[in-house]
C-alpha cells in the first residue's frame, strides 16, 4: 500500500474520535460553567436528598418502558411476517435494550444483538434486517410525535428554557406533526420505501397507528423517569420538559458518545438550569443515568452470563433445538463486548472514587482498626486498578486470554482497595458483580496474544484519554476550594482527600503513560513479503494435516504468507488498494487459525486495510462474524463421493458412453508423478498455449492456477495422449489428510476429441477412487445456489439474476450444468468482508488480484 494512502486513510480513522473528544471537552467546559457557583458536596448532598419514594417511582417507570420495549418487537416481527414466544421476544428484548442503552446507539447495537438471537431462533437475514429497520422507524416515528406535539401544545415554556421565538417551536412542531401525517398517508396507499438497496413497503394504516401509539408510551415513561427524580418546585410543566428531554437524547446519540454520557446531561442541565439549581438538576440526571441505564444493563448483563454459564455446563440439553443453536454460536460472540463494557464501567468507578472525596465517618471508623498507611497506599492502588481496568476492556473486546486473567486480578484489587480505603461497599459490590459474570466465562478468552502486540485504535485511544481527562476534572471540581500547593502532596492524614487524589492520580496516569510506551517500543510487524523457500518448507509441514486442497495454491508463490505463533497454521493473502484478501480459510490447527484470522485483521486494521477472506466454507463462519465481518454467499463447490462413484447403472449410461467413445478415438490416460513432470513441460506448453490462444484469454493467479513449471512440478498430472501425444492434462491437488483429490489447471489442445475434458474427469474420479481417495472436488460453481425472493438480501437477487441472465459474461449455468452431470454434493462457499459502500470496491479489488490487476478484470 502506498505510504500516502496509508497516512491519509489513517488520519481519516482519527477524524470521528477526535470529533468525540472535542465535543466530551465541550460537555465538561459547559458543565463546569454551570457548576461554578457550587460545591462537589453540594451535589452530593441534593442526591442523597432525593426522597426514597421518588428513586422508587423511578425505577416502576423503567419497569414499565422495558414492558414496552417487546411490543416494539412483537409488531417488528409482524411487520415482516414472523412470529416468535412471547417469552423468546422479551428474553431478546430486554438484554438488547438493556446493553444497548448503555454501550450507545440503541436502534444499531439493538439490532446487532437482536441478530444475534433471531437468526439462531430461524429467521433470515432479510427478515431479520426488515423487522429491525421497522423498529427503528417506530422508534424515530414516536420522537417525532412526541416532540411536535409538546412544541405545539406549549411553545412559550419550551422558549423560556431555550431562549429561542416561542413561533420558533411552533413552527417546528408543525414540521414534525406533518412527517408523521405523510406517514400516516403512506401507510394508506401502501406506498414502498427504498434505501440502500432494500425495499420497504409501508405498514397497514393499523400497523403505524400502533408503531405510533406504543413508540408514544415509551417516550412518554422515558421522560417521566427523570420527571419524577427532578424536586418539586420547579415550576416546569411535563410536556415542554418532554420536549426538552428529546432534543437532549437526539443530540447524545448524536455525538456518538456512548449513551450519550455527558452530553444528554449538560444539555439537559444548560437547558433546565432557569428552573433547577444546577446542583439539584445534576443530581436528578446521575440517578437517571443510574436508574434507567445502568440498573437494566447489569441485570441484561446477568442474563447473558446466565445464558452463558448454561451453555458451558451443558444445561442447555433440555431447551429447544433453537434456544441451544443460538446459546452456543452466538453467546460466545455478544458476551466479549458486554463484559467489555462492564469492565469499562469497573474501571471507571475506582478512578472516580479516587477523584471524589470519602465518607468522613467511614473512614474514621477505618483508621481506627488500620494504620493511615493502608488506607493511603489502598487509594493508589484503587487508582491504577481502574486505569487498568479501562485498558483491559478493550483487550476484552478482543477476547485476549491474558486479558481475562489480568482483569480478575485487578477487579479482585479493586473491590479490596474500595474497602480498605473507605469502606466503600457499593463499590466492592459493583466490581464484585463484574467479577462473578466475567468468571464463568474464560471459553469466550480464547486468544493467546501478547497485550502489546494488538492495534489499539483511535476510539479506544481517545476513550482512555477522555475518561482520564473526566476524572481530573471531577477531582479539581471536588477539591477546587483546596489551594493547591507543594506541600499539599506530602499531606497525609485520615481526611486528607485532596492529597490523595493528587498521588493517585499521577499514579494511574504514570501507569497509562507506561503502557503507551510499552506500545510505542514494541517491534513494528513486518510488510508482507512472498514466500521464501524455507517458508514454504514450513507450508508442507503444516498440509501434512490439512482436510482440503485449495492449500495448494500457496505453492504459486504469489501470495503472502501468515504463520501461527507455533507454526501449526498459516493463512495466504494478497493485497490490492485497501483490500487485504486472504484466500480460503486459515489452513492447519483450528485454535491457532482462529487467532490468525485476528492477526490478519489486525495488520489490515494497523495499515487502514479492509479485511476479506474469500471462497470460505462453513468451518469458520462464526469467528468471521466475531471479526465484524458479512456474509455473502458466492457460488457452491461441487463435490463428488468417491466412495460411492461407480459407472454402473443407468444414471451412468451417458457418462459410459462418453468414456468408450473417446477411448476408441486412440485415447489414453495415464498419471504423471509429480517428479517427472520437468521432462515434459515443453510439450505440456505446447497444450497450454493452445488452450489460451483459443480462448482469448491470459494467465490469472491468486485463487487460480497457471503454467509455470516451478507451481506444476509440485504436483502428480493427469494426461491425455493420442496416438502417443499429449493432448491435455490437469494438474491434480491433494489434501495433506490424503483424503481430497481436485484438479486446478485444466487445459486442452490441438488434436483433443470431442468430450476429451469430461474423459479425463471420469478417469481421474476412477483413479482416486483405485486408490482410496473419499471425496474429489470439481471446484466452485459461481453464484450457483443464491436465490432470488422478494426479501432476500440485494447481493442474492442480483447474483441470481446474473447467473440467469449473464451468459453473455461468463457460463454460469452452463458450468453448473456440466459439473451436474456427475451428480456431485454442492457446498456453500461464501466472501466475509466489510459491508456497506466499501463493498464494491473490495469486490474490484478481489477481482483484480484474480486477474493480476484491473485490465485483468476487463479483458479474458
Known amino acids: 500500500m502506498p505510504v500516502n494512502e496509508e497516512s491519509s486513510s489513517e488520519r481519516t480513522r482519527w477524524i470521528g474520535p477526535a470529533a468525540i473528544l472535542i465535543i466530551v471537552g465541550i460537555s465538561l467546559w459547559l458543565l463546569h460553567g454551570e457548576l461554578r457557583e457550587f460545591r462537589y458536596r453540594d451535589i452530593s448532598r441534593a442526591m442523597f436528598a432525593t426522597p426514597a419514594w421518588r428513586a422508587i417511582v423511578a425505577l416502576a417507570l423503567t419497569g414499565l418502558s422495558y414492558v414496552i420495549f417487546p411490543i416494539y418487537d412483537t409488531i417488528a416481527l409482524r411487520y415482516a411476517g414472523r412470529s416468535l414466544p412471547i417469552r423468546k421476544v422479551a428474553l431478546s428484548s430486554f438484554i438488547s435494550y438493556g446493553l444497548s442503552h448503555t454501550l450507545g446507539f440503541p436502534v444499531v447495537t439493538a439490532g446487532s444483538v437482536r441478530y444475534r438471537f433471531w437468526s439462531g431462533w430461524g429467521l433470515s437475514t432479510a427478515e431479520i434486517a426488515q423487522a429491525v429497520g421497522f423498529a427503528g422507524v417506530t422508534f424515530t416515528l414516536g420522537m417525532i410525535f412526541v416532540s411536535g406535539l409538546a412544541f405545539l401544545a406549549e411553545p412559550s415554556t419550551a422558549s423560556e428554557l431555550t431562549g429561542l421565538p416561542a413561533l420558533v417551536f411552533v413552527a417546528i412542531g408543525i414540521a414534525l406533526?406533518?412527517?408523521?401525517?405523510?406517514?400516516?398517508v403512506g401507510s394508506v396507499q401502501r406506498r414502498l420505501v427504498k434505501f440502500r438497496g432494500w425495499e420497504f413497503p409501508l405498514p397497514s394504516l393499523g400497523l403505524a397507528i400502533t408503531q405510533l401509539v406504543v413508540a408514544t408510551i415509551d417516550w412518554v415513561i422515558a421522560g417521566l423517569v427523570l420527571f419524577v427524580l427532578i424536586p418539586s418546585g420547579h415550576g416546569i410543566s411535563f410536556l415542554p420538559f418532554l420536549g426538552v428531554f428529546l432534543i437532549s437524547q437526539v443530540a447524545g446519540q448524536i455525538s456518538h458518545v456512548p449513551g450519550g454520557a455527558g452530553v444528554f446531561e449538560t444539555l439537559m442541565l444548560v437547558l433546565l438550569t432557569p428552573k433547577v439549581s444546577a446542583a439539584q438538576g445534576l443530581a436528578s440526571l446521575v440517578a437517571f443515568r443510574a436508574i434507567y441505564y445502568l440498573v437494566p444493563f447489569v441485570l441484561a448483563t446477568i442474563a447473558l452470563a446466565i445464558t452463558e454459564i448454561h451453555r458451558q455446563r451443558e444445561k442447555v440439553s433440555t431447551a429447544t433445538a433453537a434456544t441451544r443453536a443460538f446459546a452456543v454460536r452466538w453467546v460466545p460472540s455478544i458476551l466479549p463486548e458486554v463484559l467489555s463494557a462492564a469492565t469499562l464501567i469497573g474501571g471507571v468507578i475506582l478512578l472516580f472514587s479516587g477523584a471524589t472525596p470519602s465518607v468522613r465517618g467511614r473512614v474514621t471508623a477505618l483508621h481506627q482498626i488500620l494504620p493511615l498507611g493502608v488506607i493511603e497506599i489502598s487509594h493508589i492502588a484503587g487508582s491504577i486498578a481502574g486505569a487498568g481496568l479501562i485498558v483491559l476492556a478493550w483487550a476484552l473486546r478482543r477476547r485476549l486470554d491474558a486479558a481475562y486473567r489480568l482483569t480478575v486480578g485487578l477487579l479482585l484489587v479493586g473491590i479490596f482497595a474500595s474497602l480498605l480505603k473507605g469502606l466503600d461497599y457499593e463499590e466492592a459490590i459493583a466490581l464484585t458483580i463484574v467479577l462473578m459474570l466475567l468468571l464463568p466465562s474464560h471459553g469466550a478468552f480464547y486468544r493467546r496474544a501478547a497485550l502489546t502486540s494488538e492495534p489499539f485504535g483511535p476510539a479506544w485511544t481517545v476513550a482512555v484519554v477522555g475518561i482520564t481527562a473526566v476524572t481530573l476534572w471531577l477531582g479539581?471540581?471536588?477539591?477546587?476550594?483546596?489551594?493547591?500547593?507543594?506541600?499539599?502532596?506530602?499531606?497525609?492524614?485520615?481526611?486528607?482527600?485532596?492529597?490523595?487524589?493528587?498521588?493517585?492520580?499521577?499514579?494511574?496516569?504514570?501507569?497509562?503513560?507506561?503502557?503507551?510506551?510499552?506500545?510505542?517500543?514494541?517491534?513494528?510487524?513486518?510488510?508482507?513479503?512472498?514466500?521464501?523457500?524455507?517458508?514454504?518448507?514450513?507450508?508442507?509441514?503444516?498440509?501434512?494435516?490439512?482436510?482440503?486442497?485449495?492449500?495448494?495454491?500457496?505453492?504459486?508463490?504469489?501470495?503472502?504468507?501468515l504463520f501461527g505463533k507455533d507454526d501449526r497454521a498459516f493463512l495466504m493473502y494478497g493485497i490490492e488498494g485497501r483490500s487485504w484478501v486472504a484466500l480460503g480459510d486459515p489452513v492447519g490447527d483450528q485454535a491457532e487459525g482462529e487467532e490468525l484470522a485476528w492477526r490478519f485483521r489486525e495488520e489490515a486494521d494497523r495499515h487502514g486495510g479492509w479485511t476479506v477472506f474469500y471462497e470460505v466454507g462453513t468451518r469458520f463462519l462464526p469467528l468471521y462474524i466475531d471479526l465484524g465481518l458479512t456474509l455473502l454467499k458466492i457460488g457452491e463447490e461441487a463435490v463428488i463421493d468417491l466412495e460411492a462413484w461407480s459407472l454402473d447403472g443407468p444414471a451412468r449410461r451417458t457418462l459410459r458412453r462418453t468414456l468408450n467413445d473417446v477411448r476408441r478415438r486412440g485415447v489414453t490416460f495415464e498419471m504423471l508423478p509429480a517428479q517427472c513432470v520437468d521432462s515434459y513441460v515443453e510439450e505440456l506448453r505446447v497444450v497450454s498455449d493452445h488452450w489460451l490462444a483459443g480462448k482469448a484469454a491470459r494467465e490469472k493467479g491468486f485463487s487460480l492456477g497457471r503454467f509455470d513449471p516451478e507451481y506444476l512440478s509440485n504436483f502428480p498430472l493427469g494426461i491425455v495422449r493420442r496416438d502417443g501425444k499429449i493432448v491435455a492434462f490437469a494438474n491434480v491437488w491433494v489434501s495433506g489428510d490424503n483424503?481430497?483429490?481436485?484438479?486446478?489447471?485444466?487445459?486442452?489442445?490441438?488434436?483433443?476429441?470431442?468430450?476429451?475434458?469430461?474423459?479425463?474427469?471420469?478417469?481421474?474420479?476412477?483413479?482416486?477412487?483405485?486408490?482410496?481417495?473419499?471425496?474429489?472436488?470439481?471446484?466452485?460453481?459461481?453464484?450457483?445456489?443464491?436465490?432470488?425472493?422478494?426479501?432476500?438480501?440485494?447481493w442474492n437477487r442480483a447474483g441470481a439474476l446474473l447467473y440467469r441472465r449473464g451468459e453473455h459474461f461468463y457460463n454460469f449455468r452452463g458450468l453448473r450444468q456440466y459439473k451436474q452431470k456427475f451428480d456431485p454434493i454442492w457446498e456453500p462457499r461464501y466472501f466475509a468482508s466489510p459491508a456497506g459502500l466499501a463493498l464494491p470496491r473490495i469486490l474490484s479489488n478481489t477481482a483484480a488480484l484474480i486477474a493480476g490487476g484491473l485490465k485483468g478484470v476487463v479483458t479474458r
Open 177 to 184: 406533526l406533518a412527517i408523521v401525517a405523510l406517514y400516516l
Open 476 to 561: 479539581f471540581f471536588s477539591y477546587k476550594h483546596v489551594q493547591l500547593t507543594s506541600e499539599l502532596w506530602f499531606r497525609f492524614s485520615p481526611h486528607g482527600d485532596a492529597p490523595r487524589f493528587l498521588r493517585a492520580s499521577i499514579f494511574s496516569v504514570g501507569a497509562l503513560l507506561v503502557f503507551a510506551l510499552m506500545r510505542m517500543l514494541r517491534h513494528a510487524s513486518p510488510e508482507p513479503e512472498l514466500p521464501t523457500d524455507e517458508d514454504l518448507a514450513k507450508v508442507r509441514k503444516i498440509m501434512e494435516s490439512s482436510r482440503g486442497t485449495i492449500a495448494n495454491l500457496v505453492l504459486l508463490r504469489d501470495k503472502a504468507i
Open 739 to 794: 483424503r481430497e483429490l481436485s484438479v486446478d489447471l485444466m487445459r486442452h489442445g490441438e488434436g483433443a476429441p470431442a468430450s476429451t475434458m469430461e474423459y479425463l474427469f471420469i478417469e481421474l474420479f476412477n483413479w482416486g477412487k483405485e486408490n482410496g481417495y473419499s471425496r474429489f472436488n470439481l471446484g466452485m460453481a459461481p453464484l450457483s445456489g443464491l436465490q432470488n425472493r422478494t426479501l432476500a438480501p440485494l
